[in-house]
């Protein structure tokens, strides 16, 4: 998997590409715990991810946890298969999905 | 009829404390009955003051009218004078007589010349003036009383006051009882009259009578006293009486009420205060438990003890309830026990239906309905290996906890014993020597064990003094079949148990039960019996397991309507359906033999791609869609991380992974592992309705498996967790 992050003040955008699983989902918990701190507008742009097990979801989920407390957290570019995941597991309820 | 809610002393006014004060009756008390008595002394004195005023006066009155008596009869001739003019008197007709006052009436008079000085009546006027002169009293007179008019007639009148002077023969009306005292005087004592009158008020006249030589009474020598100072005196004296008793009735009553005060008042009060200090210590749980024992009250009398009783009282009490406390909290205790003990048991049988999803070659059913909160029936199925289904209904005698217990140690015997791969006998006899040999408490127990092989549908059943079971062939209906009985479990040491076989065929039922079915009673206790449920099974939809059982457990609850459940209902059900040998089956088999990949590695997440190759290479040769590959990948994933991260830890282990497809195209996808026995399906479901900072990191796994695929099934076997999902392609 790529990660690719973007800051603009307090702002982070993070570009995933390719599968987020058992297997990298630390690696983006890492990377996140790196940057997080004064973020205030996070933006996750998953349009070339292309799998997401639940353990991305749990990073996702950890990462909206902390935005409720700092900021705001948005979640764009999601693909159909992708969705679907989100949808069964309730979490459009949980992300902004724009 | 309305009651008033009668106020607490604490939500009184001051005002209405003091009123209500014991005190306060006592003040008034005393002060009423101050004043009745004070009243009834003062009339007493009263009565015996003018009274004695009176005897005073008339004593005086007397000395007048004898010194005046003594002077008129000896210094001159009253009684001669007396009996002149009473003889011009009788001798006037009534009408000259009315003429009094006029001149005319006085010239009736005029022959005995009054007007001449130094004559009888001028000598006697001054003689009685003088005698009124020296005595205080108010008029001394001469004068004879006429019974037939009820008159006086004046003789004689020394009335200092000359306008009020009656002249000889002048006369007046007189009270005739007073007029009768006088004129039937016997002599003895004082002759008086009190009488009231217009002119002078209240008035005593004291009467000596005048007698001629011959003894008649020729007129009286009245002397008038007036009664008025009598009363004056009387009125300042009780003037006087009255403040005196006020002041004494004031001090009494305030001496009185200082009494009550110290003597009853306070220590009521301070009793009283304790019992409001110890009612709101209990309400505010405070430790405090002392309100009354603390109490300082020496009066040496019934409040005293009164005080020494209520100690006792708190000290009792406070030792009941910490008696109570730990009585309440032993039963607490126990019903929380009691409920776990139910929900043990409820789970020490299995109560997932269907048991055997992947098995198809029989159906089960089976439900147990404990009279108690716990029972002493239970149903037990298990798979003794590939081939071999083990079925057993059981009742142990009695209810309730005991019957419990002993039902637990009986199945897990059973199944323990059974799993060995003994004979249906083998197993009855060996159980019933394990509990003869330690059985202390004359328990037993009923059991009928059934040993299914299911290739074959040849069941091989023993049976421990438990109810015939009810068989249908297919196609027809149910019917007791009347095995051979051996006697209860912990009866007798020693007991061999015989078995029977019986052939099975495919769409054949079996239904065994506990005597709570047959027993059932309605409320006039009437059972329902065998012969009831056999036709209740013929009746009923009996097309599957699941049915029969509901089906009989409807019927039973309709017979007994509200009657109270005796004892506990239990049943199981099982179809066979027989071995898959239908050619088409066997066509799946070879399939599923011909598609069949293994793949065993280090249950470690480091794996994980190595496990996704494999499964993906595998659907990529099935011509798997992409959306349907992803689901299986997120599968796969998940049960393997779950494998890897708990099955073995701390250490570590394989899992096997085998691939396989059945027809029509669908992915049968097996992992194993030997690690600790694990049902991920009977893990809850995660609530995806939760907002953000409600969700728990993680727990979506296996749930996420669920969402993705077809089927999925667990079973524990040959000490491997063996987890299978299955998706069409």
């Given at each position: ?11 982070l ?11 990298t ?28 097990s ?5 990073v ?19 693909n ?16 902004t999905?724009? | ?9 604490q ?9 209500h ?39 005086v009155?007397?000395?007048?009218a004898?010194?005046?008596k ?18 011009v ?5 009534d ?34 003036a003088?005698?009124l002169?020296?005595y ?18 004046y ?34 004592g ?38 008025e100072?009598?009363l ?28 009550i ?5 306070k220590?009521i009060?301070?009793i ?9 210590d209990?309400?505010?749980n405070?430790a ?37 406390t730990a009585?309440?909290?032993?039963k607490?205790?126990?019903?929380t ?41 239970f ?52 159980m019933?020597?394990a ?5 202390q408490?004359e328990?037993f ?5 059934g040993?299914?092989e ?26 007791l ?54 036709e209740a ?5 009996n ?7 509901e ?24 179809e ?9 089956g ?16 280090e ?19 099935e ?14 994933e ?29 992915a ?6 030997r ?9 809850e479901d ?5 907002a ?22 667990y ?15």
């Amino acid at each position: 998997m790529k990660i690719e992050k973007k800051t603009e003040g307090t702002k982070l955008a993070v570009a995933l590409q390719g599968r987020l699983d058992t297997m990298t989902a630390p690696e983006l918990d890492k990377e996140l715990q790196e940057s997080i701190a004064g973020v205030t507008e996070l933006v996750f742009d998953l349009a070339e991810l292309e799998y997401v097990s639940s353990a991305g979801l749990r990073v996702l989920l950890s990462a909206q946890k902390v935005m409720n407390k700092q900021g705001s957290m948005v979640v764009k570019n999601v693909n159909e298969q992708i969705m679907e995941v989100f949808e069964v597991t309730g979490f459009t309820d949980i992300l902004t999905i724009e | 009829m309305t009651f008033r809610k009668k106020k607490s002393v604490q939500e009184m006014s001051k005002y209405e404390q003091r009123r209500h004060s014991l005190a306060a009756k006592t003040w008034r008390s005393t002060v009423i009955s101050c004043i009745v008595f004070g009243l009834i002394a003062e009339f007493i004195a009263l009565a015996f003051y003018s009274a004695s005023h009176m005897k005073q006066l008339i004593s005086v009155a007397d000395s007048a009218a004898h010194q005046s008596k003594m002077s008129a009869t000896h210094g001159s001739d009253a009684v001669g004078l007396s009996k002149d003019v009473m003889a011009v008197y009788d001798s006037l007709s009534d009408e000259d007589r009315m003429k009094m006052g006029t001149e005319e009436y006085r010239d009736f008079y005029a022959d005995l010349h009054f007007e001449q000085k130094g004559g009888q009546y001028d000598t006697l006027v001054h003689m009685l003036a003088g005698t009124l002169s020296y005595y205080d009293v108010y008029d001394i007179y001469i004068g004879m009383y006429d019974r037939k008019h009820s008159a006086i007639i004046y003789i004689v009148d020394a009335d200092p006051n000359l306008e009020d002077r009656y002249m000889p023969g002048d006369w007046e009306e007189v009270d005739p009882n007073g007029l009768d005292k006088f004129m039937n005087w016997n002599g003895e004592g004082t002759l008086y009259d009190v009488e009231w009158t217009k002119a002078y008020g209240l008035l005593c006249t004291v009467a000596l009578p005048m007698e001629d030589d011959e003894g008649e009474i020729a007129s009286f020598m009245l002397v008038d006293i007036s009664v008025e100072n009598v009363l004056v005196g009387m009125w300042e004296f009780a003037l006087q009486l009255t403040i005196a008793l006020a002041l004494v009735t004031i001090l009494l009553a305030w001496l009185q009420t200082r009494r009550i005060n110290r003597a009853l008042v306070k220590p009521i009060n301070q009793i009283a205060e304790a019992s409001v200090k110890y009612v709101a210590d209990r309400k505010n749980n405070l430790a405090e438990k002392e309100r009354f024992a603390k109490l300082n009250i020496h009066t040496g009398d019934e409040l005293e003890n009164l005080s020494l009783a209520l100690a006792d009282m708190e000290r009792e009490l406070t030792d009941y309830e910490s008696n109570l406390t730990a009585i309440t909290a032993e039963k607490e205790r126990i019903g929380t026990e009691l409920s776990l003990a139910t929900r043990i048991q409820a789970s020490m049988l299995p109560h997932v239906f269907p048991p055997f999803p992947h098995r198809k070659e029989f159906d089960l059913y089976a439900m147990m309905t404990p009279a108690r909160e716990v029972g002493g029936d239970f149903y037990d199925f298990f798979l003794i290996d590939e081939d071999h289904l083990g079925l057993v209904i059981a009742d142990v005698s009695g209810k309730g906890i005991p019957a419990a217990l002993f039902m637990m140690i009986a199945k897990t015997i059973l199944q323990s014993c059974a799993m060995l791969g003994n004979g249906a006998a083998e197993t009855l006899t060996r159980m019933n020597e394990a509990f003869c040999s330690n059985n202390q408490v004359e328990m037993f127990v009923t059991v009928w064990l059934g040993i299914l092989e299911i290739s074959t549908g040849k069941l091989t059943a023993a049976n421990a003094g438990h109810e015939y079971p009810a068989i249908k062939r297919k196609g027809g209906r149910f019917e007791l079949f009347k095995d051979k009985h051996g006697l209860v479990i912990g009866g007798v040491e020693g007991m061999r148990y015989q078995e029977y076989e019986l052939q099975l065929e495919p769409g054949d039922m079996l239904y065994v039960y506990t005597d709570g079915v047959p027993e059932a009673s309605d409320a006039e206790e009437k059972m329902f019996g065998t012969k009831r449920m056999v036709e209740a099974l013929n009746k009923i939809d009996n097309s599957d397991a699941r049915k029969v059982v509901e089906g009989i457990r409807d019927s039973v609850n309709e017979f007994v309507k509200d009657a109270e459940q005796f004892d506990d209902i239990t049943m199981l059900c099982m179809e066979y359906k027989g071995a898959e040998k239908n050619p088409e089956g066997e066509d799946v088999k070879a399939g599923t033999e011909a598609a069949k990949a293994t793949l065993t590695v280090e249950a470690n997440t480091e794996n994980l791609y190595q496990v996704l190759g494999f499964v993906d290479e595998r659907l990529e040769a099935e011509g798997c869609s992409p959306k349907a590959q992803m689901q299986l990948d997120l599968a796969v994933e998940e049960i393997f991380v779950n494998v890897a991260n708990y099955a073995y830890a701390p250490n570590a282990g394989d899992a096997t992974i085998t691939f396989a497809v059945e027809e029509p195209k669908v992915a049968v996808i097996t992992f194993e592992d030997r690690g600790v026995p694990y049902d991920p399906l009977k893990k809850e479901d995660p609530d995806v309705t939760l907002a953000a900072n409600d969700r728990k990191i993680g727990g979506l796994g296996i749930f996420m498996v669920k969402k993705n695929v077809d089927d999925i099934f667990y079973e524990y076997r040959d000490e491997k967790n063996v987890l299978t999902i299955k998706k069409a392609l």
